[in-house]
Protein backbone atom coordinates (compact mmCIF):
# COMPACT_ATOMS: atom_id res chain seq x y z
CA UNK A 1 0.00 0.00 0.00
CA UNK A 2 1.41 3.77 -1.01
CA UNK A 3 1.16 6.03 1.42
CA UNK A 4 -0.59 9.48 0.57
CA UNK A 5 -0.21 12.86 2.21
CA UNK A 6 -2.63 13.48 4.53
CA UNK A 7 -3.62 17.11 3.58
CA UNK A 8 -2.34 20.59 2.33
CA UNK A 9 -2.31 22.22 5.28
CA UNK A 10 0.13 19.23 7.54
CA UNK A 11 3.32 17.11 6.83
CA UNK A 12 2.29 13.74 7.12
CA UNK A 13 0.97 10.78 6.17
CA UNK A 14 -2.02 8.80 5.86
CA UNK A 15 -2.01 5.19 4.68
CA UNK A 16 -4.68 3.77 2.60
CA UNK A 17 -5.87 7.46 1.73
CA UNK A 18 -7.88 7.91 -1.49
CA UNK A 19 -7.04 11.13 -1.83
CA UNK A 20 -5.70 11.01 -4.94
CA UNK A 21 -4.89 14.21 -6.28
CA UNK A 22 -2.19 14.44 -3.04
CA UNK A 23 -0.82 10.79 -4.22
CA UNK A 24 3.02 12.08 -4.01
CA UNK A 25 4.26 8.52 -2.42
CA UNK A 26 5.61 8.27 0.56
CA UNK A 27 8.40 9.88 2.55
CA UNK A 28 11.55 8.24 2.00
CA UNK A 29 12.50 10.11 -1.03
CA UNK A 30 12.18 13.33 1.16
CA UNK A 31 15.11 14.86 2.67
CA UNK A 32 15.19 17.30 5.68
CA UNK A 33 16.18 20.64 4.60
CA UNK A 34 15.28 22.77 8.07
CA UNK A 35 15.49 26.90 8.00
CA UNK A 36 13.50 29.87 8.69
CA UNK A 37 11.73 30.18 5.57
CA UNK A 38 9.17 32.74 6.69
CA UNK A 39 11.92 35.22 8.42
CA UNK A 40 10.43 34.78 12.05
CA UNK A 41 13.18 33.54 13.81
CA UNK A 42 12.72 30.18 14.33
CA UNK A 43 13.91 27.36 12.02
CA UNK A 44 10.36 25.95 10.43
CA UNK A 45 10.10 21.93 9.34
CA UNK A 46 11.18 21.81 6.02
CA UNK A 47 11.87 18.72 3.68
CA UNK A 48 12.23 18.27 -0.30
CA UNK A 49 11.25 15.57 -1.96
CA UNK A 50 13.59 14.35 -4.03
CA UNK A 51 11.11 12.43 -6.24
CA UNK A 52 9.65 15.50 -8.18
CA UNK A 53 11.41 18.17 -6.86
CA UNK A 54 8.70 19.50 -4.14
CA UNK A 55 9.49 21.51 -1.12
CA UNK A 56 6.75 21.35 2.11
CA UNK A 57 7.60 23.58 4.60
CA UNK A 58 5.59 24.79 7.58
CA UNK A 59 6.10 26.83 10.76
CA UNK A 60 6.80 24.64 13.84
CA UNK A 61 3.01 26.39 15.11
CA UNK A 62 1.33 25.19 12.29
CA UNK A 63 1.34 27.30 9.99
CA UNK A 64 1.82 26.13 5.92
CA UNK A 65 4.70 28.22 4.37
CA UNK A 66 5.03 26.72 1.50
CA UNK A 67 3.23 23.05 0.21
CA UNK A 68 4.29 21.28 -2.61
CA UNK A 69 6.22 23.78 -4.65
CA UNK A 70 8.27 22.63 -7.21
CA UNK A 71 11.62 23.18 -7.35
CA UNK A 72 14.43 21.37 -8.52
CA UNK A 73 14.28 17.37 -9.63
CA UNK A 74 15.89 13.90 -8.99
CA UNK A 75 19.38 14.88 -9.36
CA UNK A 76 19.15 18.02 -7.76
CA UNK A 77 20.45 18.39 -4.26
CA UNK A 78 18.83 20.69 -1.77
CA UNK A 79 21.19 23.27 -0.43
CA UNK A 80 18.42 25.85 1.44
CA UNK A 81 20.14 29.35 2.72
CA UNK A 82 19.30 32.69 2.86
CA UNK A 83 20.97 33.91 -0.56
CA UNK A 84 19.20 37.17 -0.67
CA UNK A 85 19.67 38.31 2.46
CA UNK A 86 15.89 39.11 3.45
CA UNK A 87 16.08 37.44 6.40
CA UNK A 88 14.01 34.34 4.90
CA UNK A 89 15.41 31.25 3.38
CA UNK A 90 15.29 30.57 0.24
CA UNK A 91 14.27 27.27 -2.12
CA UNK A 92 17.88 26.29 -3.86
CA UNK A 93 19.06 23.35 -5.74
CA UNK A 94 22.41 22.72 -6.70
CA UNK A 95 22.18 20.43 -10.26
CA UNK A 96 25.09 17.89 -9.88
CA UNK A 97 25.10 17.00 -13.41
CA UNK A 98 26.42 20.15 -14.65
CA UNK A 99 27.27 21.88 -11.73
CA UNK A 100 24.32 24.98 -11.80
CA UNK A 101 22.73 26.64 -8.74
CA UNK A 102 19.02 27.39 -8.94
CA UNK A 103 17.44 29.53 -5.87
CA UNK A 104 14.24 31.30 -5.98
CA UNK A 105 12.28 32.90 -3.04
CA UNK A 106 8.93 30.96 -1.06
CA UNK A 107 6.99 33.70 -2.29
CA UNK A 108 8.19 32.86 -5.70
CA UNK A 109 10.40 35.70 -7.93
CA UNK A 110 13.90 33.70 -8.78
CA UNK A 111 17.02 34.97 -7.49
CA UNK A 112 19.39 33.08 -9.48
CA UNK A 113 18.62 30.59 -12.87
CA UNK A 114 21.36 28.14 -13.68
CA UNK A 115 24.70 30.18 -12.45
CA UNK A 116 27.66 27.85 -12.16
CA1 LIG B 1 10.35 30.41 10.67
CA1 LIG C 1 15.93 35.02 1.26
Known amino acids: ?3 KVSAPTSIGL ?6 KSN ?3 DWSTAKPVPGDYDG ?6 AVFDTQGGYWYIKSIS ?9 WGWSTAK ?3 GD ?22 SVAGPTILWKAQ
Do not use: E, H
Open 14 to 19: TCGSDR
Open 23 to 25: DLG
Open 78 to 80: PVP
Open 1 to 3: MRC
Open 83 to 104: YDGDGKYDLAVFDTRGGYWYIR
Open 62 to 70: GNSIAWANQ
Open 40 to 45: DGAYDQ
